[in-house]
């Protein structure tokens, strides 16, 4: 039972425009969700978060909008540079209720930006 | 900045040994996660410590085993390997009290031959 979920396994874009990478969730006590970058051979990397008071958060380059009634949410980079590729990790947890800060993890999507 | 800490990088093992994996949580964080990360596939999450105490407990075997110290290092000691352990073991630790992310170290690659 695959409560997150990333639905595109890879994604390319040029450098300087914008990557978008999504992700679905199907527990409606999750509260708090996170966007981690992986490089290979290295442990996954906090890149930003948000609560689900809120519906976007931004930081720099990096925005993730949240949609609470479609259980979606999205991580805009904008301008894509080619550091950017890694693997990206979409993450969830239940602060509320349980609040033991276990993370639940999507597949990932492996973004790659062409110079 | 000091981060998270494990040991071995890198493991090699064959069918039926033992294995005992470190981690080493940033200084003041209360919280420590083991999660495995098979080829291909998502970090699962394995079993969680708060306090020297376990706190949460996910898709880990019977053969695992798990436990955190006084001073808050964890060690996860697998027994009876079998192939399909071989993963990517990732620990993270947190401030939980404060609510905080998850910091991850770069993981135990365990090959079990």
């Known amino acids: 039972d695959q409560q997150v979920k990333q639905n595109s396994p890879s994604l390319s874009v040029q450098e300087g425009r914008i990557s978008i990478l999504n992700c679905d969730y199907t527990n409606s006590m999750f509260d708090y969700f996170l966007w981690y970058k992986k490089y290979p051979a290295e442990g996954p990397t906090f890149l930003i978060s948000?609560?689900?008071?809120?519906d976007k958060n931004e930081d720099g380059r990096f925005t993730v909008f949240l949609n609470k009634s479609a259980k979606h949410l999205s991580l805009h980079i904008v301008p894509s540079q080619p550091g950017d590729s890694a693997v990206y990790f979409c993450a969830a947890s239940d602060q509320g209720s349980s609040n033991t800060g276990k993370l639940i993890f999507g597949q990932g999507t492996t973004l790659q930006v062409k110079p | 900045a000091a981060g998270v800490i494990q040991s071995p990088r890198h493991l090699i093992k064959e069918k039926r040994e033992t294995a005992t994996l470190k981690c080493y949580p940033i200084p003041r964080h209360d919280t420590v996660y083991w999660y495995q990360q098979g080829p291909g596939q998502d970090p699962q999450f394995l079993i969680s410590?708060?306090?020297?105490?376990?706190?949460d407990k996910g898709s880990i075997p019977d053969r695992f085993s798990a436990q955190q110290f006084s001073d808050y290092h964890s060690e996860l000691n697998m027994s009876s390997l079998e192939l399909g352990d071989s993963a990517l073991y990732f620990c993270?630790?947190?401030?939980?009290?404060?609510?905080?992310?998850?910091?991850f170290g770069s993981g135990t690659q365990l090959s079990v031959l």
């Open positions: 993270a630790s947190s401030d939980r009290g404060r609510g905080e992310k998850l910091f």
């Open positions: 410590f708060y306090e020297k105490m376990q706190s």
């Open positions: 948000i609560s689900s008071i809120k």
